[in-house]
Structure formats: structure tokens, C-alpha cells
């Protein structure tokens, strides 16, 4: 009886040590697990903010980022590139069927091949070019590229500005000086000797002076405008004697040609504006009317206000040759002349095509807009307009 009693103590025993050791090993087990859980919910919660991150990033750039898999289907595409490729959902679609107007398949299989790696080109549709670039990601089977859309139509059009503003410069600058040095060449012993031929040759060697001073002051102001550097101070003046003080100088070429040159402004219409600025103007759009306005004729300047009194519009309108209705488009861009033979139809010299140009920025920087309405052969009136000082 001694003998089963102490037999079942240690089987009592036996059990509860094994027992224990099963509830260390389920406890070891429930501690790991615990710290799996832990660490995955780590990796979960690292992955999340990496995904945030990575959706802020592909928010806030300004490039269109789209991913391909291995059949060319689309997995993911950020807010810019359904802009730019104008789609509202481009998923789980072929990229052939979501870029149809981009021609991006040629890149796309170059980068999915085992010799692509990043391949970059340009890409025009329609009258915009984007900058494409495509680089390989995953290996094998699960091979697909990543596609980074950048638009560079604003970039392109100012590279062909820069080149067209050098050329423009270049063959401006050519005129003058060429006159220049025919002049000088011109003068010897025998004109030096003849002073009515001495007289005419230094004047028009000065009228060629002063169109090189006219351009490189003009390209100065252009250049201090167009770089936010010509400060605008708005103060209140009576648009009767800006307009005066603009025309004074003015006045002897009217004589010369026999223009009547008119203002109607009523004497208590004000106006916020910088008077030396809006003088240029003024200078430039009735020196233009009287340039193209042949003997005898009319340039008018008048002044009225606008949306109930808020803004001012001022107008000059001549009776001059008027200009052709295919060019007005282009008037107010830099170095743009209509027709240098109209020009020397009428005995005046030619100007440097940055005058409408500087008056454009100029009207645009006092916040109003300028425009014309001409008829060839009727003449033209140019319109500008300026905040009212009332």
C-alpha cells in the first residue's frame, strides 16, 4: 500500500514538473508571439508612415509619376499624372490605352527589356512637351518601370525666347552700327571741305546715335521690368497733367507734320499710377500715333472711367495708316514691327520694337491691361487702363 502511494506521489510529481514545463514553453511561445505581434505591428506601423510619406511626396511634386508592371498595366499613378494625362482613373489599364497621346511604349519596352535600365526623351502632344523619364524596378517576372512625367513647354518656349531676344538684339544693333560706320567711312578730305554734305552726314550720324541710346535705354527698362527690379510707386495725380506733361515734348513733332493733337480729360478725373512710368507710356503710344500718322491728320487722347468709377481708361487715336489685322496679335511683343517699308513711307525712322512691348508691362504692373483696335488705311486707337484715384 506504501508502495502505490509513493508511486502515485511521483507520478503526482512527474505531472505537475511536466506541467510546468509545458506552461513555460506555452508562456516562451505567448512571449514570442507577443513579440512577433509587436514587431510586425512595428513593420505595419513604419510601413504606414513610409506609405504617407510616399503619397505626400508623389502630392506635393510637380512631376507625374506613373508605374507599370510587367504587361504594361498601370498600379499606380499620382493626382499630377491623371492631370497631365488627363484621365480620371488610369488603373489596372494598359499604359497604351491611359498615355494614347504620348507614345510612351518605345521607352516602356526598352526599360522592361534585360538591357533597359533609365531611359529619358522628350514627348511633344499637341503644342506641350513633357520630359519622360523611365527607370527599371523589381527583377524577372515581376519587372516593371516607374515613369516620371515632367512638363518643360514653359522651359522650351523661353529657351526660344532667350535665342530670339539675342537675335533680335543682335540684328537691331547691326542697323545702327553698320550706318555708323558707312558714315564714318563716308567722311574724307572733300566732305570735310563741303559743309552742307559734313552737316547732313553728322546728323544722320547723330539720328543713328540716338536710336542705339533708344535701344539700350529701352532694353534697360525692359530688363528691370521683366525682373521685378522697376519699382512701381502708385500715387494719386490728375490724369489731365500726366497726360500734358507727357505731350509737351511731343508737341514740336506735331507741328512739324501739321497733326492736331486733341485732349479731352475731364479736369478732375484722378488717377493712382507712377507718374514717370505711366509718362513712358503715354510718350510711347502718342509718339507712335503721330509716327504713323501722315500730314495733316489728328491724334486724339481722351479719358473716361469705367466700372463705375473704380477704373480709368485712356485712349490715343490717330488717323493714321492703321495696321494690318493680321498683325495686331503680335504688336506688344518685343522687337515686333509691322512694316519697316510703312515706316519709310512716311520719312520717319525705324523704331526699336520694345516701345509697346515696355508699355504692356508697364500697364500690367499698375494692374489694367492694354489693348488696340485699328483698321488698315482708318487708323488706330490703342486703350489702356489705370486704377481711378477717387
Known amino acids: 500500500m506504501e508502495f502505490l502511494f509513493g508511486a502515485a506521489i511521483l507520478i503526482i510529481v512527474a505531472l505537475l514538473f511536466i506541467l510546468w514545463r509545458v506552461k513555460q514553453r506555452v508562456d516562451g511561445q505567448q512571449d514570442a508571439t507577443t513579440e512577433h505581434a509587436s514587431r510586425i505591428n512595428a513593420l505595419e506601423r513604419e510601413r504606414a508612415a513610409l506609405d504617407e510619406k510616399l503619397t505626400a511626396f508623389t502630392r506635393v511634386t510637380s512631376d507625374g509619376i506613373v508605374q507599370v508592371d510587367a504587361d504594361g498595366y498601370v498600379i499606380y499613378m ?6 497631365l494625362l488627363e484621365v480620371k482613373d488610369g488603373l489596372e489599364r494598359p499604359l497604351s490605352q491611359v498615355a494614347w497621346g504620348y507614345d510612351l511604349h518605345p521607352l516602356v519596352n526598352q526599360v522592361l527589356s534585360e538591357s533597359g535600365g533609365a531611359v529619358s526623351q522628350t514627348v511633344v502632344k499637341g503644342e506641350r512637351a513633357f520630359s519622360v523619364r523611365a527607370v527599371a524596378i523589381g527583377e524577372n517576372e515581376k519587372r516593371g518601370a516607374l515613369l516620371g512625367i515632367t512638363e518643360v513647354t514653359e522651359l522650351q518656349r523661353l529657351g526660344r525666347a532667350r535665342r530670339e531676344f539675342v537675335a533680335n538684339i543682335s540684328h537691331e544693333l547691326r542697323t545702327p552700327v553698320t550706318s555708323l560706320q558707312l558714315l564714318a567711312d563716308t567722311i574724307n578730305d572733300d566732305v570735310l571741305n563741303d559743309k552742307p554734305l559734313l552737316t547732313d552726314l553728322m546728323n544722320k550720324a547723330r539720328a543713328q546715335v540716338d536710336l542705339l541710346k533708344q535701344l539700350t535705354d529701352e532694353l534697360m527698362d525692359l530688363a528691370l521690368i521683366e525682373s521685378g527690379q522697376a519699382l512701381i510707386r502708385l500715387v494719386g495725380i490728375f490724369a489731365n497733367d500726366l497726360v500734358n506733361d507727357s505731350l509737351t515734348p511731343l508737341r514740336p513733332q506735331a507741328e512739324r507734320k501739321h497733326i492736331t493733337l486733341e485732349t479731352h480729360i475731364p479736369p478732375d478725373m484722378e488717377v493712382l499710377a507712377d507718374p514717370q512710368a505711366m509718362r513712358k507710356v503715354l510718350s510711347n503710344l502718342t509718339h507712335n500715333a503721330l509716327k504713323f500718322t501722315p500730314n495733316e491728320g489728328r491724334v486724339t487722347l481722351r479719358a473716361i472711367w469705367r466700372n463705375e468709377g473704380a477704373d480709368v481708361e485712356i485712349s490715343i487715336q490717330d488717323t493714321g495708316i492703321g495696321i494690318p489685322e493680321k498683325d495686331l496679335p503680335r504688336i506688344f511683343e518685343r522687337f515686333y514691327k509691322v512694316d519697316r517699308a510703312r515706316t519709310r513711307a512716311l520719312g520717319e525712322l525705324r523704331g526699336t520694337g520694345l516701345g509697346l512691348a515696355i508699355s504692356k508691362h508697364m500697364v ?16 488706330s486707337t490703342f486703350y489702356f487702363t489705370l486704377p481711378s484715384g477717387e
Open 364 to 379: 500690367e504692373a499698375h494692374g489694367g491691361k492694354i489693348w488696340v483696335e485699328s483698321a488698315e488705311g482708318k487708323g
Open 78 to 83: 499620382n493626382d499630377t499624372a491623371r492631370v
